[in-house]
């Protein structure tokens, strides 16, 4: 039995995030069907990305790597240390490390993992406050990730964000999706719902944004996709989106190379994943995302 084949265990992790977290897996599910669920090339998720000191660690966290994953690490292990974190049936984490070629792979309990890095405590696991836990939003993305099929999947991811990364790293951030272009080459996809400032731009974490720089800088192609919410309406839920009109709802994409942040400024608390913080962010001009494409449940091609 794995530790999450409890339901009620699933529920629990999940509940303890802030609404628009858990949204965000709705939309990214959103995209994965209309884009990636029948390419010929694969796809990949779970990939985090964490600085401890002098040492900043990619994660991949799946209990089995697929050929995209593998070929992600290599792309990365002369620049970075890469782990796999599988997650046992008693609740810890085991790290197997993804080296370089020839070199040994390691196994290491989470305690060696924390020992290993000589990882502090900054604080204790992620609960985000009450006024960014909405539970009636919070109870739709979970009755979303039930019928999906995702529930297990999107509480193991939540377990090792809250309970790992978040109390032994100053910050971490995520990488949506990975997939292949029409030339075989990776790319690094960004998937949000949102819409633009009244200054015009969209806004890119910064952690997030530095991190997909470097990925750029190994030549990798990053990919900024945004569901966009064209009633800008703040309080616009992914769920109250899916009702609105089906001709005005569309995906805006946009490439990011270096050079196209305007400028670095701070966001409101309430949107950092704990509702705490003021959370700095790069601002992005919305006619960067030149290109549309409809939003359709059907299965769509999209030429990266």
Known sequence: MSYFDSEQRAVKQVLRDKNTI??????????????????????TQGWWCARAKDHQIFFVVKQEVNDIDKEFACCLTSHYDIWQAKLSNSGTWEFVS????????RILSED???????????????????????????????????????LRKVATERYFADDFLFRHFPSAVNVDFITKNKDSELCVLEVKFKFETRAGKFGVDSGQY?????????????HHIILYN??????????????????????KIGRLTHGVAAYETIAPRYTSIDGKKLQPYFALDKKLFS??????????????
Not at 98 to 105: H, V
Not at 210 to 222: N, R, V, W, Y
Not at 291 to 304: A, I, M, Q, R, Y
Request: aromatic share 14%.
């Open 230 to 251: 064209f009633t800008k309406q703040k309080d616009l839920t992914i769920f109250g989106f899916l009702t609105t009109n089906d001709a005005s709802r569309h995906w």
């Open 98 to 105: 993804i080296p370089n070629t020839g070199a040994t792979t």
């Open 112 to 150: 060696q993992f924390v020992s290993e890095y000589a990882l502090p405590t900054f604080r204790s696991s992620l609960l985000a406050t009450n006024d960014v836990r909405d539970i009636d939003r919070q109870n739709k993305c979970i009755a979303f990730f039930k019928n999906n099929g995702i």
């Open 210 to 222: 530095h991190m997909l720089t470097q990925l750029h800088d190994l030549g990798i192609q990053i």
């Open 291 to 304: 290109k549309s494409v409809l939003f359709s449940p059907g299965n769509t091609c999209l030429d990266f």
């Open 22 to 43: 858990l949204e965000g897996y709705v939309t990214e599910y959103l995209f994965e069907q209309q884009f990636l669920a029948n390419r010929s090339n694969s796809f």
